[in-house]
Structure formats: C-alpha cells, structure tokens
C-alpha cells in the first residue's frame, strides 16, 4: 500500500468545520471513518465518500478508520468484506484502523443496560405491525406500547432472556422510552434491538440479538474515538436521536454527526440493492461487470484510481442533492489516460485491403510515435506489407458529400505510413465489400516531409500478415434514461445495446499486453485490456471511453 501523502483538496463544509474545530481546541486531532455495510461491493457513490473521509484525515494529520457496520447477520458477508478491503486499498487510501462493528457487540449490550437501568428503554412484546401502526404520523402523534411501564427489574431480565435465546424471532424488541408523540418520529421509542436467529459472518452464533443501526451507529463512532462522523443527508433526522444515544449510554467520547449529499449519476443505479439484483438475476457478468458502477467494474472497465479520486474532488462535497452527469466521469479518465496511454491502432470491423503495387514478400518497418502529445513515451516500430485492414466504414462504394474516406478513386493517408488510393474493390454472393484493391504512392511515406499534395482524410489500419486477432467489448449506459417508462421497473429499462462484442485485429506489438494495460485506439478511444477474459490466446478490450473528439477526420 502506498504512504500517506499530504495533499491539499478544495474547500468545503465540512472542511471548514475541521479546520475551525482544530483551531478552537474543540478537537486536537480529527478521526473520520468509513464506514460501509458488508453486504455487497462498493459502487462510485461510495468513493465519494472514502475521499472525504480519508483526504480529510490526510489533510489535517488525522486518522481514517475502515469499520465494517456489521449489524444485520442476514445480508452479510466475508465476500464482500474481503471486496471492500481490495476497493478502498485500490483507490490509493490506507487505513488506520480496521474495526468490525460486531466486535463491540457486548459493549453495545452493556450500554442498553445502561439506558434500562435509567429508565429509557423497555421490552416491547408487540408484533413489528403493531409498533408501526402506533407509531403515528407527520402529523398524529403515537401511542405508548402496553408495556411501557415495565420495571427496571423486569426489563433487565426479559433483556436477558433475549440475549439467552428463550424468544423467537421477532417476539421481542428492546425500544428506547423517549416521546411517543415527538414531533422527530425517530424519538418515537425507537427499536434498539431485536431478535434475530442467523449466523453472523465475524460472530458466528454468539448471539440472537441484533443493535439497530440507529443505536449501534453513534456507540461505534464514540468506541473509535471518531470525532466527525460524516454520513449522507438522509440521516439528517436520526442525528437528535445519534445525540441522545451518546449522551444517555454516557459516552466517553462524543462524535458529532455532519452530512452532505450522496452522488447520483444520470443512467445509473447506485444502490447496494438494485445492483445486487442485477448481479441475482444474471442481467450483467457479476459485481465487476464493466458497464456496473461499482468500484470492482470500474477498474474492470479500466478506470484508473487517480481519475476516480479527480471525479471526487471535482463534484465536492454539498449539502443539497443533485444528480451529476456520467459524462463528468468520462472527462476524468481521459484527462488521467491522455498523456500515459500508448496511441495504437485496432481495427474493430475489419475490410482487406490489397495494395497491388506494393511488392509482394516485402515488409518494411515503419516508426509511429506512441503518443503525439507526449514525446517522452518515444517511438515504436510497426510492419507494414501488401495486405492491410481498415475499418469497414472507412470506404463507401457511394460516399456521401464530405465522405473524405476511401471510395473509389479517392485517395487517403493511412496513419503513420502512406497515401493510398482506392482502384477496385471485390463485392461477395451478398453484395457486401470484402476487398479493396489499392495503390500507395512511395513518395508520400510518413515523415518523409512529402508536400506534394494533400488528402482530407487519414485512416488507421494494421499489417494483415502480422496482426493480432482481438476482441473489443464496446459499452452503452445499462439502463435506459428513466424518463421514457416512468412505471417500468428499473430491470424492464435495461439497455439491449449495452454490451456489444466485435472481432477485429490489433498491432502485433500488442501480443505484450498485460490484464489491466490501457491503450488508445487511434480514432476509437481508450481500451483496457478484461483482466477476466483475457488469456494467452485471446486478446479482449473493454472500451473505457470514446474519444471526445468525434469518430470523423
Ligand atoms: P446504498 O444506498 O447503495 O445501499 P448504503 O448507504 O446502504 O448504500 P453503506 O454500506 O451503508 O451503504 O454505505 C457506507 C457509507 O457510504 C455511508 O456512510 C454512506 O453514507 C456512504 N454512501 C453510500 N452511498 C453513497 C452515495 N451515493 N454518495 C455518497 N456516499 C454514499
Ligand atoms: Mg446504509
């Protein structure tokens, strides 16, 4: 894992509320921690929060913590502990501590006493329905529970017997005694535990009985010594409550919660939920699919850590929602790949081309810088010979106006080599093209300093004889815009098109290229090479992103 660096990261808030706690003594050293549910893998809208949480204690000298909030045994799972773990370390960010929240499972036990010896909390034996429906509304108050009154004695005893196993699940639940009619309906003698028979991934059967997340929460971030406990905006109302279970389980430590908004990304679902059940239901290739905004399915799509935590900072960090365009990721990767990927060529839909006047058995090779706008990257050679491929729309038997491709009698630069010019071209049983029949002009090699004429278009190609057979998986959104059938579920607004496979060829120096290497594809965009599908047979790309400029030259 890399070292900590110190890096300076905009302004915000939250930001601001540190550096104003420090100065004030209020806190002498910040401690933040993320702190994610282990039942599934991290997505784009969790990297936002490990930057702010991990840059923020970066910044200011603190400490960042990775805790698992392992509160609820049905859903999680060591998979995905192990996934989170891989995902935050992969985002460049180390952790201080690595905490689960079941391990504090007494303790937390032993402050709900805490609060049942004051008083403020009781056995219910109501049925979950019950509690709802006398919970109230906006606008009716509740109704106090039956056994509201019980004695301490017998609220000690009956919290035993929960913890003993004598209840099944839900027969019982510890409730804090606040305000039935509180105008906060979290304040309405909220559940603190219930019963729950299941195996716990870290605790294994130690225990029946399971802290809701509102009363384990703030126990967890004052057990770490956490001092600002960042969470997203919809928790705004539970902060009373978080205040109340520090103060009245007598807290050494007194964490304050702040919020900000969660990301939204248009065209993109970023709930655990919903991408598990893609992930069910078979609709994408597992968690790491690359069309899945998951972390795991970015780097698989060959996003790059550094354009992740760019994206992250760029957005920043607000108090109100608002919903980010997918293109913004976009730019961030190019920026990040721009001057680092090596600039080659692929054919995607590959034509023949036969250069009839180049002599056959000859190759020669040709120098082809790696990145245009980068020289340090140098030069590499490539072979070229009588036989090449081109993409299929680069010739058009009846090109439109402006076409400045290849047709017949058209000539074009083939990048990094010669002009040729279109002479013939062989039809099959279909009427399909199949072969182009060429000429190339010797005078006019690339770098040669030809000024003879020009051409308007300049294509890319590969050496037939030498090439490398590849596959290009090319990516669309997975899910439609949701505007178009507002009553569709998100599974009925799957894209068709989202994954889209070609065959094609590649140079052959890319017989080198290693899982996870990012390339340029001269006029396509930036591929990485599927760390899944890849083997020492079959070359498979994943496109990470078009070129912005477009397809036409
Ligand atoms: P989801 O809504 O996707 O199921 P979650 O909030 O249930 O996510 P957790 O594992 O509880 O998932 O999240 C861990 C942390 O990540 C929390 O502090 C949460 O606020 C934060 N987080 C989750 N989703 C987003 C998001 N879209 N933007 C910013 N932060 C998020
Ligand atoms: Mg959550």
Not at 210 to 238: K, N, R, W
Not at 470 to 499: C, H, K, M, Q
């Amino acid at each position: 894992m890399e070292t900590k660096s110190v890096t300076s990261t905009p302004s915000n808030f939250i930001k601001n509320i540190v550096i104003e706690d420090l100065k004030t003594g209020k806190v002498s050293q910040v401690v933040t921690r993320f702190p994610p549910e282990p039942n599934g893998y991290l997505h784009i809208g969790h990297a936002k929060s490990i930057c702010l949480n991990f840059e923020l204690a970066n910044e200011f000298k603190g400490l960042a913590n990775l805790r698992f909030d392992d509160t609820n045994p049905v859903k999680e799972d060591t998979e995905y502990v192990e996934s989170i773990k891989a995902d935050v370390a992969w985002l460049g960010f180390q952790w201080d501590g690595l905490f689960f929240a079941s391990d504090y499972f007494e303790e937390m036990y032993q402050r709900a006493l805490v609060l049942i010896r004051k008083g403020l909390a009781y056995v219910d034996d109501q049925t979950a329905d019950q509690i709802r429906e006398a919970r109230g509304t906006l606008t009716q108050p509740g109704t106090n529970s039956p056994h509201r009154d019980r004695s301490v004695e017998e609220n000690v005893s009956l919290f035993e017997r929960m913890r003993a196993g004598e209840f099944k699940d839900g027969e019982r639940v510890l409730r804090a005694k606040i305000d039935m009619s509180s105008p906060n309906i979290n304040f309405r003698d909220p559940i603190l535990y219930r019963v729950v028979h299941a195996h716990h991934h870290n605790t294994g059967d130690t225990w029946c009985i399971y802290p809701m997340y509102a009363f384990a929460h703030p126990i967890e971030d004052a057990i770490e010594g956490v001092t600002h406990s960042i969470c997203t905006l919809e928790f705004e109302d539970q902060r009373p409550f978080y205040d109340w279970v520090i103060r009245e389980c007598e807290m050494p430590n007194v964490p304050k919660q702040y919020e900000f908004a969660r990301l939204n990304i248009t065209n993109t679902v970023m709930s655990k939920r919903k991408l598990k059940q893609l992930v069910d239901e078979k609709a994408v290739d597992g968690w790491d699919d690359p069309r899945m905004p998951t972390i795991s399915g970015l780097r698989r799509r060959g996003f790059t850590p550094e354009a992740i935590r760019n994206f992250a900072r760029e957005i920043g960090v607000a108090r109100s929602n608002s919903t980010v365009d997918a293109r913004m990721l976009d730019h961030f990767i190019r920026e990040d790949l721009k001057l680092k990927a090596l600039r080659t060529m692929g054919v995607l839909n590959p034509l023949k081309v036969v250069i009839t006047n180049y002599p056959e058995d000859q190759v020669e090779m040709l120098e082809a810088e790696n990145n245009s706008e980068n020289p340090e990257m140098g030069n590499r050679q490539i072979p070229f010979s009588r036989e090449i491929y081109i993409e299929q729309d680069d010739f058009m038997e009846n090109p439109p106006n402006k076409y400045f491709r290849l047709f017949p009698g058209n000539e074009v630069r083939l990048k990094h080599a010669y002009f040729i010019k279109c002479n013939d071209f062989v039809k099959d049983e279909n009427g399909k093209v199949v072969e182009l029949h060429c000429t190339y002009d010797v005078e006019t090699k690339s770098g040669s300093g030809f000024t003879g004429r020009k051409v308007k278009g300049t294509i890319h190609w590969v050496d037939a004889k030498s090439a490398v057979p590849a596959e290009f998986r090319l990516y669309e959104p997975l899910i439609l815009d949701d505007s178009e059938d507002e009553n569709a579920t998100f599974l009925e607004n799957l894209n068709p098109n989202s994954l889209q496979i070609v065959k094609g060829f590649v140079e052959d120096n890319m017989k080198q290229a290693k899982p996870l290497d990012k390339f340029q594809f001269f006029r396509h965009g930036y591929f990485n090479v599927d760390p899944k599908y890849t083997t020492s047979e079959q070359l498979v790309f994943n496109l990470i992103v078009s070129l912005k400029s477009s397809f036409e030259v």
